[in-house]
């Protein structure tokens, strides 16, 4: 999986990815997320995922193999997309809701 893989936007799920990375002790060619911290910045001591960039958790997911990555990111992408799903379908309904309610008072006022 390369770090081109990630669009800019992909930040949370890569943070969700890199956690779950941790939690599983799962290891990269360079090792685990720590050991990939300390030999890319050294002078960096924060190992949480959500204090780094976007760039810098895509290249420690691309040093995962493509089973292992595939494996972490599809069902983390799957959240992602269904949330996506759940918001603009609450945001349609709130349309359709302020129309029926704006249909309705006009109807109410018509009435003698």
């Known amino acids: 999986m390369e770090a081109t893989t990630f669009l800019p936007d992909d930040k949370e799920l890569l943070i ?7 939690k599983n002790k799962l290891q990269g060619t360079q090792g685990s997320w720590k050991d990939y911290l300390k030999a890319q910045t050294p002078a960096l001591s924060k190992s949480d995922p959500s204090m780094h960039s976007s760039k810098t958790l895509a290249a420690f997911m691309a040093t995962l193999s493509k089973p292992q990555a595939g494996m972490l990111v599809g069902p983390h992408r799957e959240q992602q997309l269904h949330q996506k799903q759940r ?7 709130s349309q359709i809701n302020a129309s029926d309610s704006a249909r309705y008072a006009a109807t109410v006022l018509l009435l003698p």
């Open 16 to 22: 969700r990815v890199v956690k779950d990375c941790q």
């Open 87 to 93: 918001t603009e379908f609450a945001a349609r309904l």
